[in-house]
């Protein structure tokens, strides 16, 4: 880098943070790294620490500074105080000539380079000790949009020098420990994208949640990025899984979930305010801000940073609505999970249950306790209670002295990517965002429980529940010859759980997904003119709004959800049953009325394959096969193997491969295995004839139990009588396994009997299963029972 204190991103490199601070240096080698890969940045120039040095001097400032802050720590000025008088300083101060000249020449020869006179740009701050690995430094300086012309860019400038004295930013380096004196300020120009007549937000290239480290995750939302980073609207949020994108006929998206988005920053084209918020339309609102193929595009990119870095990184983008294009505008080092062990981890789960007051998306994993502290605005934050739940609408940089001192974070705006999201991942305090009404919901001194433990959503609880943690080593695990996999429902539970060593799924349950996610009967969304309710008529428009039919909703949300909970575990197999609700409970669903009747044992009735080729469900079963077929084929996990549950005979077991093959899924046709639950006797009794029709068995020993013994699971008078650990069910099972090896083909167990007895897991090794699937949370007590029992066997081999 020459000697000049302003300096073309194009010349700098990842080198030159000392002198330009991590997000201009970052700006500069992306330029001159990855342009060539694909990745647009906007082009800019950035002042350097020693400019911002020559303006102290010139001002004079240096001595009255010191004196400022010996004030603040001797306790004779209020942090308020302390900010405003440094922040006086700087205001009052003029650019030395050759420094104000120098920015003007940069300004105009970025202007001659885009063809205009007079060229928006965005006006950054970027402390020299700013976005290092161990300290995000998230919004603590300001950024000014939209400056137009000379002299108001030098005055964006003066003000972006004040901003290094923000009461936040320096209660954060207070915090940090970094000395005041040592951190410079380097000032970043960049050409505006017009993203006010389009979108931006924040991408982060590993999971900011679980910590997982193969995707990307992308928030949008109309208009400028602002009100992402401050988190003042709820966005959209997109996953991408990132082994998969090398091949360009694949599209892994794993999630997309459509935000509110509220309200949209936007220029503003008179008076003295640059930009001004407007409410955005019913129309803005319902439609997501990305196509898929920029998602794809954005999640290439988020590949093609991070392995240039080595290192998870926190991205934010922009798009252009004039031109169609999108670019990323600053790139910094992921601060909170890259730090984090990928072998420990700690477990919370609650003991008990109380009334749910306020729901949102989860930060972190952790459960808090404590008074709720319900604060309406930054007016009032001097009322905050140490030890408390911070309630509040939202946050930004200016609440981190009292976010430090709160032992949970409830906030009625934002997403995973806001403000209040970013800074309580790096403080390590649990929160829940997006809750839209806990201020209203939750009363100021009232005990309250904020659990993060349940997957991507979070609950705040009436009282104070009882919870328990555990560490988890999951490097300290023996090996076992046994496959251990693990049983999942829910897509945001095989995120949380990704650390175990499992060696895939060993039953997905699909009903989860259709119930928490979809909501709605399949054959109320083909159908909808048979549904009578006009509650429920509503509710189906309200959740198909977009998709160009119902059904489509329900292949897309399906296809995803299944997608997110094998993506934890690719390569490896991930065993997907198909839908197995009984009648009273598909008949609960929306518009589930209609098409389901009333059977006196619905545990023996209408269940699992007898409903896929019957005309009452077989449309029905179509949609499963169309997403099932895209999650392995469009999206690319070619590890789902399907399972059937609750097959009777070998002659219903052909009927349901026939109409698989008619949607699509032709057993052994692009590598696709079929499975069968062995839940029924008549599974056992004619294993061979069932072994000719499928690749696997898993056994489910809950539905087993209940046919051998003749006891309904259900029955809570007859709870004493069932019991898997019951002689006849094991012979049962002892003869399927005999009889699956025999056969040659794969056996496993799905049942919860080895999740809740470590006996029967030995039992089961003792018999020469090939793999036990499991709940996670025994996942590790069992796989210590395993590995004991195969040492035991081969001892006696």
């Known amino acids: ?54 303006f102290i001097a010139f001002n004079k400032i240096d001595d009255r500074l010191r004196a400022q802050l010996q004030r603040f720590h001797a306790g004779e000025d209020s942090l308020r105080e302390t900010g405003d008088a440094i922040r006086r300083l700087f205001l009052a101060g003029d650019f030395p000539a050759g420094l104000s000249r120098d920015i003007a020449a940069a300004y105009r020869r970025l202007c001659q380079d885009a063809g205009q006179t007079d060229l928006a740009v965005a006006v950054r701050s970027s402390a020299t000790a700013e976005d290092l690995p161990d300290a995000s430094f998230a919004g603590q300086q300001e950024t000014f949009l939209n400056v137009v012309g000379e002299r108001d860019l030098i005055d964006a400038c003066r003000r972006c020098y004040a901003s290094l004295f923000t009461d936040r930013a320096i209660s954060y380096r207070e915090v940090k420990n970094f000395d005041h004196m040592d951190v410079a300020l380097s000032i970043g120009v960049q050409r505006m994208v017009r993203s006010d007549l389009a979108g931006s937000g924040v991408m982060f290239t590993i999971d900011t949640e679980s910590g997982f480290p193969r995707v990307c995750v992308i928030s949008a939302a109309w208009g400028l990025g602002e009100t992402v980073v401050q988190g003042s609207v709820n966005p959209d949020k997109y996953m991408v899984f990132k082994p998969l994108l090398a091949d360009p006929a694949l599209a892994p998206i794993i999630e997309k979930t459509l935000g509110d988005k509220a309200r949209k920053l936007v220029y503003a084209s008179g008076g003295s305010a640059r930009t001004r918020l407007l409410e955005t339309s019913r129309r803005e609102r319902r439609a997501f801000v990305l196509r898929d193929e920029e998602i794809l595009e954005l999640g290439r990119w988020a590949a093609v940073v991070e392995d240039h870095y080595g290192r998870p990184m926190d991205l934010e983008w922009a798009k252009d609505g004039a031109t169609g294009e999108i670019f990323i505008v600053q790139a910094r080092p992921e601060t909170v999970q890259a730090a984090r062990s990928a072998s420990e981890f700690r477990v919370y789960s609650l003991k008990e249950r109380g009334r749910v007051l306020a729901t949102g998306a989860a ?9 709720a502290c319900v604060i309406a605005g930054p007016s009032d934050i001097e009322q905050f209670r140490d030890g408390s739940i911070l309630v509040t609408e939202m946050t930004d940089p200016d609440w981190v002295p009292i976010m430090k001192r709160a032992a949970g974070i409830v906030t009625e705006q934002g997403g995973a990517t806001s403000h209040a999201a970013i800074v309580s991942r790096e403080l390590g305090v649990p929160a829940i965002v997006g809750t839209g009404d806990a201020t209203s919901a939750l009363r100021d001194g009232q005990p309250v429980t904020l659990s993060c433990a349940e997957g991507d ?46 060696q895939g799924v060993g039953l997905a349950r699909m009903e989860f997904i259709i119930s928490n996610l979809i909501k709605a009967h399949p054959m109320a969304l083909l159908h909808p003119e048979r549904v009578d309710n006009p509650v429920e008529q509503a509710m189906i428009r309200d959740l198909t709004e977009g998709f160009e039919r119902p059904e489509d909703f329900f ?89 059937v549950p609750f097959c009777r005979t070998p002659a219903e077991a052909d009927k349901v491969l026939a109409v698989m093959a008619e949607n699509g899924l032709a057993r052994g046709e692009r590598g696709l295995q079929v499975y069968m639950m062995c839940e029924i006797p008549s599974n056992v009794v004619l294993a061979e004839e069932f072994a000719r029709r499928f690749d696997g068995f898993s056994i489910g020993s809950n539905d087993l139990t209940q046919l051998v013994l003749g006891v309904d699971r259900d029955a809570g008078d007859l709870t004493a009588l069932f019991d898997e650990r019951d002689e006849a069910v094991k012979r049962m099972i002892a003869e399927a396994i005999r009889k699956a090896r025999e056969a040659g083909v794969k056996i496993g167990i799905c049942g919860q009997a080895p999740s809740n007895y470590p006996e029967f897991a030995a039992f089961l090794v003792e018999q020469g299963i090939d793999s036990i699937s499991l709940n996670p949370d025994s996942f590790v007590r069992t796989v210590r029972t395993i590995a004991d029992a195969e040492a035991r066997r081969a001892g006696r081999a």
């Open 1 to 54: 880098m020459g000697a000049s204190h302003v300096v073309p991103f194009a010349a700098l490199t990842i080198r030159d943070v000392p002198q330009v601070g991590g997000k201009n240096a970052s700006l500069g080698e992306m330029i001159g790294a990855l342009a060539a890969k694909g990745v647009r940045v906007p082009d800019g120039f950035a002042t350097t620490a020693a400019a911002y040095r020559e």
């Open 363 to 371: 930060i972190g994993d952790g459960v808090a306790v404590g008074p």
């Open 457 to 502: 959503q979070g609950h705040v609880y009436e009282g104070a529940l009882a919870f328990d943690t555990e560490t988890i080593d999951v490097g300290a695990l023996p090996r076992t010859q046994t496959a251990v996999m693990v049983n999942v429902a829910s897509p945001a539970a095989a995120f949380r759980w990704w650390r175990l060593p499992a």
């Open 555 to 643: 292949v897309e949300t399906l296809a995803l959800g299944i997608a997110k909970l094998a993506a934890p575990y690719h390569p490896n197999p991930v065993i997907v049953r198909l839908s197995d609700f009984k009648t009273n409970e598909y008949a609960h669903l929306i518009g589930g009325e209609a098409f389901e009747h009333a059977e006196e044992n619905p545990m023996l009735g209408f269940r699992g394959a007898s409903r896929y080729y019957d005309p009452r469900y077989r449309e029905g079963f179509a949609l499963e096969c169309r997403a099932l077929k895209r999650v392995r084929e469009r999206i690319g996990f070619s590890n789902v193997v399907v399972m």
